[in-house]
Nanobody, 130 residues
Framework: QVHLVESGGGLAQAGGSLRLTCVAS????????MGWFRQAPGKEREFVAA????????YYADSVKGRFTISGDNAKNTVFLQMNSLKPEDTAVYYC???????????????????????WGQGTQVTVSS
């Protein structure tokens, strides 16, 4: 059984920062990439950022480029999302995801697709006040 557990969500003011952490556990679990998605009330789940462990290649949604940074430790099945310059529109439940499949030439179109991830956390709420 694989479990992804997010932490670090909470309330921040506009312009502030939060750091999310996700740890994946499972007896023999190893991923090829991990990512973050978010879902605001009344909206569909959307891609935020992902990291492919091979080469530590990061992918970002345009809406968070320059403000958010994804990083992690593959050996520890841990991924972080450093969120700076937060905006009220960043308010959402943030979900961690992991995949064990990474085609050779997969790029941002692949890793930004939620359907590519087979493992999901329960989510952590991020609220940004104006």
């Amino acid at each position: 059984q694989v479990h992804l557990v997010e932490s670090g969500g909470g309330l921040a003011q506009a312009g502030g920062s939060l750091r999310l952490t996700c740890v994946a556990s499972g007896r023999t679990f190893s991923s090829t990439a991990m990512g973050w998605f978010r879902q605001a009330p009344g909206k569909e789940r959307e891609f935020v950022a992902a990291i492919k462990w091979s080469g530590d290649v990061a992918y970002y949604a345009d809406s968070v480029k320059g403000r958010f940074t994804i990083s992690g430790d593959n050996a520890k099945n841990t991924v972080f999302l450093q969120m700076n310059s937060l905006k009220p529109e960043d308010t959402a439940v943030y979900y961690c995801a992991a995949t064990r499949l990474s085609p050779l030439f997969a790029g941002d179109a692949y890793y930004s697709n939620a359907a590519r991830y087979g493992y999901w956390g329960q989510g952590t709420q991020v609220t940004v006040s104006s």
